[in-house]
């Protein structure tokens, strides 16, 4: 109680710093470094195929964008069904966050994907692919 | 003792000072994610071929192609007035050389969609909400400007604007990717960016 009492405004400053690093490195903004978190892009390591799939661990998280429908066996274990604006709503990204498997983003519309993959890697997550689609203008 | 005391609190004022420190790095993206994403979802950041044949017939200023192809695949097509920034540079370096100049429109693209997606959501992270993408890329380009054909026996004249906007953009194409080898190469050096000309200094 006296060491409180001695050093309360050196412990109070301590814990307002903590807290804010805290805040600042765990919310829900950007990463530090983009080009680090753009890099796969650039690499082509987040871009999959169907018949890669099933190599990967389990734990697969898929997220169809939009109302499309993927054209690929759904044999993953979890298969989430989002508008691509809703994906930044909290119980959503809780749910990215929290998987421990590679989450994998899927729209018949390759520019949607790309563009949600952007910017949850820069969120800092890792782990994210774009599984190619067909492209719009090669349906029949 | 005193001063042992006061040296820790002005570390811990130090601490506080730059914890509250923007972060202001560079290339860290600054807009909010929820601001971010809706915003590169809208269409309005996205011109079709037709609008940017249209800027090309026009040679309209305001606004900047830019080729994030390779530089093998930027000489063998080129649209006119692009300028070619390969996707892996364009994150690696400083996109204030590019993209800096707020009174012009960045319109990226690539074969398809996918490397002018990334570059649209990269470049307004960054603050650059001056970037937009050519919907379909090189791709559609060739479809909907090269490969147009008018059939029927009328036409409207909006129909027709749009059929001689899309013949001008095609033999604008044609004419530069037609030159021979020693003249295009010369012509595509002069449209890569070079940050001096940008500075404004002599060279």
Not at chain 2, 45 to 55: I, K, P, R, Y
Not at chain 2, 161 to 187: C, I, Q, W, Y
Request: proline fraction near 4%; include cysteine; charge should be neutral.
């Amino acid at each position: 109680m006296k060491f409180l009492k001695q050093y309360w405004l050196i412990l109070s400053i301590t814990l307002l710093a903590v807290i804010l690093v805290m805040v600042r490195t765990y919310s829900h903004n950007f990463r530090y470094d983009a080009v680090r978190w753009a890099e796969p892009s650039a690499l082509r390591s987040n871009i999959l195929t169907e018949d890669q799939i099933p190599a990967m661990s389990s734990d697969i998280l898929l997220i169809t964008l939009g109302n499309d429908t993927p054209a690929i066996k759904q044999t993953q274990d979890k298969i989430l069904k989002l508008n691509p604006e809703s994906v930044l709503e909290k119980a959503n990204l809780s749910l990215i966050r929290k998987n421990k498997g590679p989450v994998i983003l899927f729209s018949d519309d390759n520019s949607v994907s790309a563009r949600v993959w952007m910017v949850l890697s820069e969120m800092g997550i890792k782990n994210i692919f774009i599984l190619q689609g067909q492209r719009k203008n090669e349906l029949p | 003792m005193k001063i042992r005391r006061e040296f820790s609190v002005l570390l811990l004022l130090l601490s506080l000072i730059l914890a509250l420190l923007p972060l202001t790095a560079n290339r860290s993206f600054t807009a909010k994610p929820e601001k971010l994403l809706p915003e590169v979802l809208k269409e309005d950041v996205s011109f079709t071929v037709d609008q940017v044949a249209e800027f090309i017939v026009r040679e309209d200023s305001t606004f900047q192609l830019i080729d994030l192809r390779s530089q093998d695949e930027f000489r063998r097509q080129t649209i006119p007035g692009a300028v070619n920034i390969p996707y892996p540079e364009f994150i690696k370096k400083d996109p204030e050389t590019w993209l800096g100049n707020k009174n012009v429109r960045n319109i990226f693209y690539t074969t398809d969609d996918t490397d002018a997606d990334y570059a649209l959501v990269y470049a307004r992270g960054l603050g650059y909400d001056n970037s937009y993408v050519m919907e379909g890329g090189i791709t559609e380009w060739i479809t909907t400007v090269m490969e147009t054909k008018f059939t029927g026996d009328r036409i409207t004249a909006r129909e027709n604007a749009l059929f001689e906007t899309r013949r001008r953009a095609g033999e604008m194409f044609t004419e530069l990717n037609s030159l021979p080898d020693s003249l295009k190469t010369k012509f595509l050096e002069s449209r890569k960016f070079s940050a001096k000309k940008l500075d404004g200094g002599c060279e």
